[in-house]
């Protein structure tokens, strides 16, 4: 069974930098997509990054490009993401998700039938 635990988030500052993580069982990132999802009350979620299993490839929504970073670390089957200049509006619940047959391109359109989440960690961004 795949499992994802995600670390970080919390309250910052508009223009600060957040790190979160998300620690992948029971699969390996070589097999996997990983996507980074965020929600807001009453909004559909939505992918602002992710990251394929090969040659890995990264992809980022306009409204968070140049200013968040996918990574990933195969030793130890974590991918982070780094965010920075963080805006009022990059406020949300972060959620990580992994699936082994969506893409960067599909991962978004199909969230509701990724194979796992995980728990999902709040961002502020406040003054």
């Known amino acids: 069974q795949v499992q994802l635990v995600q670390l970080g988030g919390g309250l910052v500052q508009p223009g600060g930098s957040l790190r979160l993580s998300c620690k992948v069982s029971g699969a390996t990132l070589d097999y996997y997509t990983i996507g980074w999802f965020r929600q807001v009350p009453g909004k559909q979620r939505e992918v602002v990054s992710c990251i394929s299993p090969n040659y890995p490839r990264t992809w980022y929504d306009v409204s968070v490009e140049g200013r968040f970073t996918i990574s990933r670390d195969v030793a130890d089957n974590t991918v982070y993401l780094q965010m920075s200049s963080l805006k009022p509006e990059d406020a949300a619940v972060y959620y990580c998700?992994?699936?082994?047959?969506?893409?960067?391109?599909?991962?978004?359109?199909?969230?509701?039938?990724?194979?796992?989440w995980g728990q999902g960690t709040l961002v502020t961004v406040s003054s």
């Open positions: 998700a992994a699936d082994p047959k969506r893409d960067c391109n599909t991962i978004g359109r199909w969230f509701r039938y990724l194979e796992a």
